[in-house]
């Protein structure tokens, strides 16, 4: 059973960070590509980023610009996502995301919100 678990939410100063963190567990974690989405109501979900299985490559969202990293650790089967210089618009739901077989997975999501 594929399970994603997220923490590491919270409420954060704009120009703040926040570090999230997804523990992974019931597949192949070495294997398998990880991501982050975000999604706030109303909207559709967006994705952050993704880290290939061996850390070699990361890619991210246009908007992200620099200000978040996206990293994982084999050996604990966990995913992180750093972000950095956090403005109210990233105030969002984030989700690990990861697919297995061609099936997609999410986790159940932590709150991020961004406010003065």
């Known amino acids: 059973q594929v399970t994603l678990v997220e923490s590491g939410g919270g409420l954060v100063q704009p120009g703040g960070s926040l570090r999230l963190a997804c523990a992974a567990s019931g597949f192949s974690f070495s294997h398998n590509s990880m991501g982050w989405y975000r999604q706030t109501p109303g909207k559709e979900r967006e994705w952050v980023a993704t880290i290939s299985p061996l850390s070699i490559s990361t890619s991210y969202g246009d908007f992200v610009k620099g200000r978040f990293t996206i990293h994982r650790d084999n050996a604990k089967n966990m995913t992180f996502l750093q972000m950095n210089s956090l403005k109210p618009e990233d105030t969002a739901v984030y989700s690990c995301?990861?697919?297995?077989?061609?099936?997609?997975?999410w986790g159940p999501g932590t709150q991020v919100t961004v406010s003065s």
């Open positions: 995301y990861t697919s297995v077989r061609a099936v997609p997975y």
